[in-house]
C-alpha cells in the first residue's frame, strides 16, 4: 500500500513539474512574441504582427489625413474643404438578412438619395468586406451631399450607413490653379552611397502606419510641404469578428489627434469666385494655352492666377505638362514690351513725347516693318505708343545702347525673379510661394554695336521674354510711380484653434538699376489709355469701366508652323485703378482674332461686377 502511494505521489509530482514547464514555455512564448516578435515585420506583409493584429480585428476609414488647409482671402477653402459625405461599414454581426441587412422601404430611399438602383446598393452593401466611403463615381472621390440630402440619410437609420465629414482635396476636375500644385504619393530614395532617382522624394513616416503617406508635387502643396504635412489621421472605425461583421452592440469609433494646433490654416490673397469665373471665361473664349494673372493694384497681391490648358490634381500625366503654371513661364512679349524701350528713351533723354517720326511702313534695315504695309505716315511718339508702330520703336531702340535698354527693362522688373520671398521664416531657410517662375530675358548677350538685336528686342522679339506675372507686375509698378513690388500669393498662416502664427507682409523689389522716374509712369499710363481711346485697343471702349492697356502679338514657330503670341495688359478702372491684368493667349493661327484684348475685356466686366471691387 505504501508502495503504491508513493508511486502515485511522484506521478503527481511529475504531472506537477510537467505543468510547470508548460506554463514556463507558454509564458516565455508569449513574452516572445510580445517584446520580440511584436515589433518585427510580418514576412511578405507591410506592418508588425501587434499592428497586423490590431488591423485583423478593426476596419477604419480616413476621414482627414491632418494636412494643412489652403483658404482664398475670403475664408473660402482652396484645399482641405471638408464636406459631408456618406459611409458604409461591414453591417452588424447576427442579423437577419433577408432584405440585406436593413428596412427595405428605407434602403430603397437610399438608394434613391444616392441616384443609384436600388438593387446595385443592396448588392454592394451585401458583399461589404471593407469600409467606404460612396464615390462620385466608379473610380471617383466620396460624393459630397447637401445639407438636405445628409439629414435624409442620417433620419434613415440604415445598420452601417452613416453621414460623415470628410476632408477632401482638389481633383477629379481640371482647373487652371496650376499654383495650387498637386498630391502624390512620396517615393523613397535610397540609401546613401547609392545612386538615387534624380528629384525622387523622400519617404515620411505615415503617424498611424496604415497607409503610403502623399505629399506635395508642385504648387503650393510642395512649396509649403513642411507646413501641411499633418501630424496624424481622424479615422473612424468598427471592430469586426473573422467573419468581417461588426461586433454586436460596438458601434463607431473615431480615432483623432489631440493637437490643438494642428493642422494649420494658410490664407492665400486669391479670390476662389474671381478665379472660377475668370476660369469659365477663358474656356469660353477656347483658349487651349495660356494664362491670366489678376493682381491688386495697390498691394500687387495675386486676386487671381489662371493657367492653360487646365489640368486635373488627380490624374497627372508628367508628359503633359498640363500642370506647368503658365503664368510663371516666359515667352516672347511682342509689343507689350514698347513700354519698356519707351520707358528707356524717355529716362535716357534720347526723344520727347511730342517728337513726330515717319512710318512708310518697311523700316529699311534688319528686315523689319511695321505691321500696317502702308505705313502711319507722320505720328508723334504718343500716338506711336497707341497704334504699336514699329518703326517708331525700333528708331529709339538705334538711339538707346543694349545697356541702357537692359537697365530699363530690369528696373520695371523684367529679367529677374520678382515673386514674394523671405528667407529665415516660418522655421523654412527660404519660403518662395511662386517656386518655378522664371526670370525671362532681355538679351542673351550684349554687344553694344548689335543694332538689329536692340531694335528686334525693343518690339518684344529676338531674345525678349517675360512672364505673364512680370507683365501684370509692370502694370502696377507704373501704378506706383515705378516703384517694383514683390507680387504676393499667401496672406498669413494660422493655428487650427485660429490663433494667428504670422503674418505674411508685403514688400517691394527694388533694382539694383534704381526705378524710373514718377513722370515717365505718369505719361506711360496716360499713353496706355489712348491705346484704348484711339489705337490699338479700341474694342475696349465699351467696357464697364474706363480701361488702359497695350496689346502686343509675338511671332514664334510651333513645329514648323508660324503661330502668334498675343498679349493684352493694363488696368482699371482708368481714373482710380484697383487691377491690373495681364492676359497671354500663347500659339495663336496668325489671321485670328486678338482674342486676348477680348478676354482682357471680359476680366475686366467681371471685376467691376465683383462685391469686392
Not at 14 to 23: D, E, G, K, P, S
Not at 461 to 474: C, E
Request: proline share 6%; charged share 20%; net charge positive.
Amino acid at each position: 500500500m505504501q508502495k503504491k502511494r508513493h508511486q502515485r505521489n511522484k506521478r503527481m509530482i511529475a504531472a506537477i513539474y510537467f505543468l510547470a514547464a508548460a506554463f514556463t514555455l507558454l509564458a516565455l512564448r508569449l513574452a516572445w512574441l510580445q517584446f520580440v516578435m511584436s515589433g518585427r515585420q510580418v514576412p511578405g506583409g507591410q506592418y508588425p504582427l501587434a499592428k497586423m493584429s490590431q488591423i485583423q480585428s478593426e476596419r477604419e476609414i480616413v476621414l482627414d489625413t491632418g494636412r494643412g488647409r489652403l483658404y482664398d482671402r475670403h475664408g473660402l477653402p482652396l484645399a482641405g474643404e471638408t464636406v459631408w459625405t456618406v459611409a458604409f461599414f461591414p453591417q452588424e454581426g447576427g442579423k437577419p438578412r433577408a432584405d440585406g441587412g436593413g428596412d427595405t422601404a428605407s434602403l430603397r430611399r437610399l438608394a434613391a438619395v444616392l441616384g443609384v438602383p436600388y438593387e446595385q446598393l443592396k448588392a454592394k452593401r451585401e458583399k461589404l468586406a471593407q469600409p467606404f466611403l460612396w464615390p462620385v463615381k466608379s473610380d471617383g472621390g466620396p460624393l459630397a451631399l447637401s445639407q438636405q440630402q445628409a439629414d435624409e440619410i442620417s433620419r434613415l437609420g440604415v445598420d452601417g450607413v452613416r453621414v460623415m465629414p470628410f476632408a477632401r482635396r482638389p481633383g477629379g476636375s481640371l482647373t487652371g490653379r496650376q499654383w495650387l500644385g498637386h498630391l502624390s504619393e512620396a517615393v523613397p530614395k535610397k540609401p546613401e552611397g547609392e545612386e538615387g532617382v534624380k528629384g525622387a522624394f523622400v519617404q515620411k513616416s505615415n503617424p498611424s502606419d496604415l497607409r503610403v503617406p502623399l505629399e506635395g508635387t508642385t504648387g503650393l502643396e510642395k512649396t509649403l510641404e513642411p507646413l501641411l504635412h499633418g501630424i496624424g489621421h481622424t479615422e473612424v472605425y468598427a471592430r469586426v469578428d473573422a467573419q468581417g461583421k461588426r461586433l454586436p452592440g460596438t458601434g463607431l469609433t473615431v480615432r483623432t489627434p489631440s493637437n490643438p494646433y494642428y493642422p494649420l490654416s494658410i490664407r492665400t490673397t486669391i479670390d476662389r469666385r474671381l478665379q472660377e469665373g475668370i476660369e469659365k471665361l477663358a474656356q469660353g473664349d477656347g483658349v487651349k494655352e495660356g494664362a491670366v494673372v489678376v493682381l491688386d493694384a495697390e498691394s500687387a497681391d495675386v486676386t487671381a492666377m489662371v493657367s492653360l490648358p487646365f489640368y486635373d490634381p488627380e490624374d497627372i500625366s508628367p508628359q503633359g505638362g498640363e500642370w506647368n503654371n503658365r503664368a510663371l513661364q516666359a515667352v516672347a512679349p511682342g509689343s507689350i514690351f514698347k513700354i519698356v524701350t519707351a520707358a528707356a528713351a524717355l529716362e535716357a533723354g534720347v526723344t520727347s513725347p511730342g517728337e513726330v517720326f515717319h512710318c512708310h511702313g518697311a523700316y529699311g534695315r534688319y528686315g523689319l516693318s511695321c505691321h500696317k504695309e502702308d505705313g502711319h505716315g507722320a505720328l508723334t511718339l504718343e500716338q506711336g505708343f497707341a497704334l504699336s508702330c514699329n518703326t517708331v520703336f525700333a528708331s529709339l531702340a538705334e538711339r538707346l545702347t543694349a545697356g541702357q535698354l537692359q537697365a530699363a527693362a530690369l528696373s520695371l522688373g523684367m529679367g529677374r525673379d520678382i515673386g514674394w520671398r523671405q528667407e529665415q521664416i516660418l522655421g523654412l531657410p527660404l519660403l518662395q510661394p511662386l517656386q518655378g517662375e522664371q526670370r525671362g530675358t532681355v538679351f542673351r548677350t550684349l554687344l553694344p554695336g548689335d543694332g538689329g538685336a536692340r531694335v528686334q528686342t525693343a518690339i518684344g522679339q529676338r531674345d525678349a521674354r517675360v512672364t505673364p506675372l512680370q507683365a501684370a507686375n509692370l502694370i502696377v509698378t507704373l501704378l506706383h510711380g515705378g516703384e517694383v513690388r514683390a507680387p504676393r500669393i499667401l496672406r498669413e498662416v494660422d493655428f487650427a484653434n485660429g490663433q494667428k502664427l504670422m503674418d505674411l507682409p508685403p514688400h517691394l523689389a527694388p533694382a539694383a538699376e534704381g526705378r524710373i522716374s514718377e513722370r515717365t509712369a505718369k505719361l506711360l499710363r496716360s499713353w496706355m489709355r489712348r491705346v484704348v481711346t484711339e489705337g490699338t485697343g479700341q474694342s475696349l471702349r465699351g467696357a464697364r469701366w474706363a480701361l488702359a492697356g497695350k496689346s502686343g502679338t509675338a511671332q514664334t514657330m510651333v513645329k514648323g508652323a508660324l503661330r502668334n503670341h498675343q498679349w493684352f495688359i493694363g488696368f482699371g478702372p482708368a481714373e482710380l485703378p484697383k487691377y491690373a491684368v495681364a492676359v497671354l493667349v500663347k500659339n495663336a493661327a496668325p489671321d485670328s482674332p486678338h482674342t486676348a484684348t477680348r478676354l482682357f475685356g471680359e476680366v475686366m466686366n467681371l471685376l467691376a461686377e465683383s462685391p469686392h471691387a
